[in-house]
């Protein structure tokens, strides 16, 4: 492609007023998915100091290589549309580099953001000048698989950063980040002026308010106006009779948003009602205009709820349009009016954006459960989820990463938040924080403050500082406890009733602070489930003892009302009446539901398994686990083997420990029991015992896939005699010993282990380690080694039982999850299990008594389709190291879950065509829940 060359010159240096302002006159040739843009840009120096140099965003050349950070982002978040797209489907700014006008000034990408443009000036720009620039370049649109934005299969356009943007310059420091697909792009409030040209067929949408629009016989013609904006985004579309647009209170909606079942009036009713709710709580919009299209409220959904189908939607006629326009809705007016910078500052957007959210709920909906109306019908209204109010959601899945130990403090930047939490779990954090401190203020403190941080005019940048000073200004009580510990700390919080002491008129009560979290906590006084008394106790930093009046009370609880999202409620009850009666009643309860912090719950639910020798398992799995983890869990499955007519299951125990201090790579400690019995051939059981101790390893970036962990484990086996092979210890205790690391990357997975086994018969020590890697060219190279001594080993004579497999472990520890784990022939002796020495084909010698080095290697011919091959040495007691090899065809249709293996040549010969061929290729079949759940949810933790 042709570079069109860039002028830059120095029309006038000037003072006006404090405002950039830029015209763009905007060609689109749709036959090169092209924008040709002629830009004059007014830069106006509103700081005290004097510039050298300023910065213009270009995020549309974040899609121009797969090594941008927009790219590298959706490798770690194993997103591999871009990395696989061709260059055509890629997008670009095509803009000359370099110096200009006798090197006056000079373009250039900063090192790290080539989705950025530096302009230097051989003379600086002084405070309150102004400079005028035009710039001449190309836009190559990508496609809109990457992010939403850009061609779609139709041939339209949607666009979202397609021209230069001036940066923002404050406190003496430029706020400029590259393009991460994070939806936070920061642009200087700018005046625009937009002339757009198309070919004929086309029309056109935009947040920049439309002047007019024309069709000539060459193409459209389309004009566009509108001051202090922040972006400009650009629909340029074959039909927009999908948008329509409302007059309401405060605002003229423009959205494609729609439901086909609600009238055009009743839409206009919800909307109103939403945009007069947010001019109340904020306050008026700047500019009328607000655009809303799909692509913008599929940025930021409401997950799950407003994509229930029709025939399944439990909620009342529109309530999934009106909720899917107050999201959006509230989102753009509080990008519009609270101008903070969105990745250094994220909390404060979509912490607001929330908690508006959740205030509309309780004032419009008060009543609606999150099951809407299948509260009531039978089967399902005895579930806690049923019975929750629909703003109980949050809490709930904030919880989920609390209780992994993967919370983050809210003033994290947006980038470096794990996809969870920056989805989900911050934003509902911070909501909940809001709706706290406005329970523990008891004024209007919290919405004054919220309207004054509210200012569509504004263009100086605010942060928490400015939200703190404000928010104390309008009230004597103390919010220091909300930024210094809320905010900043991704600590657990927790309190616990330590004791209590009773009299025939109060009770005294010594509360516990279980984290290092110190902000206010709310005591209560109950009759049965109806609140008496609610106070407030700050400062709380170890043991506290408050006294409390019993009138009419029967109960005392921490957070009952469960304003803040707590670690753990379970021991935040105390009943004041005499014996029997227990704090937390036992509850069991079919299949797993939400926590009742009030009881201890046992949840029972079916459990069907299948192995090849005791066929069908049919049981029942007694835990206390329910959707959110916990420290301490237990788990009885007992279940009957319909093949093998034999009682089967298994038992386990296990404790979690998290470790929150984050500058410790340290981040959490396991260990527990467990024991199982199945049968491993016909009418032949096991029983296995085991107990263990993990010491898992995170870094302070929790952004990184990197893991490392140090496992101790001893296994203790006890086995039925074969009478078909007798062996003279069928039963052994071993003693193991590993330590992985991992850092499994969509473009580079690495991976080692060294592990050791040690038993009274034998001791070994073992090297694994896994290598991919995948190319620009988006073929792949996998790599895997293997090595494998016996330090001592006095097992030969009971065969190769303990013995390195080339192609197929014993599994002696019963750690895989073998079908058939001891067929020698048919379907199931086919399964593969990448393991010891990992090779497909089965050759000769199978075992190795004494060492074992191999390697497995593949390479992508086209798409799913690789070569694959394995070679290696094999070293038995009294014969020489055998070398071996294989080679195949891998059809890696999902890998590590599901994968065929075809066998060419070999040791053996060419394998392909010598008899019973089919029964030599080999499979990967994963049937295992927790692995398919795992290949869904490693983007998002």
Known sequence: MNRISTIIFLLVTICAHAQHSTKLNVVLNDSLDQLQIEQELKYHNTSADELSEIYLLDW????????????????????????????DRKGETDIALGSYFDDLYTLSRPEGHPDVIKVTFKETIKAGEIRFFKFNYAVT??????????????GEYSLKYWYLHPAVYSDSEWNIYSHKALNDFLGSPTDFKISLKTPTGFDAISAVKKLSGEAKEDGNYFEFEEN????APLYILKNTERYKTYKVTGADVITDLDDDKLAFEIKMIFINRVAAFLQEKLGERRNRGVLISDRFYRENPVYGLSSLPDFINPYPDGFTYEIKILKALTRKWIEDGIYVNPREDFWMQQSLMVYLMMQYQEQYYPDLKISGKLENIWGLRGFNASQMMFNDQYPLLYLNTARINLDQALDTPSDELIKYNEQLAAPYKGALGLRYLNEY?????????LKKLYDPSRSKLIDASYFRNELQSYTTNEVDWFFDEYITSHERMDWKIKRMKKTKDSVTVTIKNKSDVVIPVSLYTLQNDSIV???FINGIEQDTTVTLSRKRANRIAINYEKLIPEFNQRDNYRTLKGFPSLNRPIEFRLIKDVEDPERSQVFLIPDLQYNLYDGITIGSRFYNGNLLSKPFRYSLKPAYGLGSNKLVGSIGFQYTHPLQDRNERLYQVQYGLSGNTYSYDNDLMYRRATGWLVLSYRPEDLRSNKRQSLRFRNVFVDRDRSPLSEVDEPDYNVFNLSFTHSDPNFRRFFKYDVGAQVSSEFSKATFELEWRKLFKDSRQLNFRFYAGTFLHNNTTRNGNFFSFALDRPTDYLFDFNYYGRSEDSGLFSQQLIIAEGGFKSQLKPAFANQWITTANTSYSIWQWIFAYGDAGFVKNRNDGAQFVYDSGIRLNLLQDYFELYFPVYSTNGWEIGQQNYDQKIRFIVSLDIDTFVGLFTRRWY
Do not use: C, M, W
């Open 441 to 449: 203020l008891g004024d209007r403190s919290l919405s004054a403050t």
């Open 228 to 231: 202090h904006l922040k972006e």
């Open 60 to 87: 549309a050349n974040a899609f121009s290589s797969t090594e941008t950070p927009l790219a590298v982002r959706f490798a770690e978040d194993f997103k591999n549309r871009f990395q696989f797209s061709s260059d």
């Open 141 to 154: 649109i990508p496609d809109d698989d990457f992010t939403g934005y850009g061609k779609n299969s139709a």
């Open 533 to 535: 008394e609610r106070r």
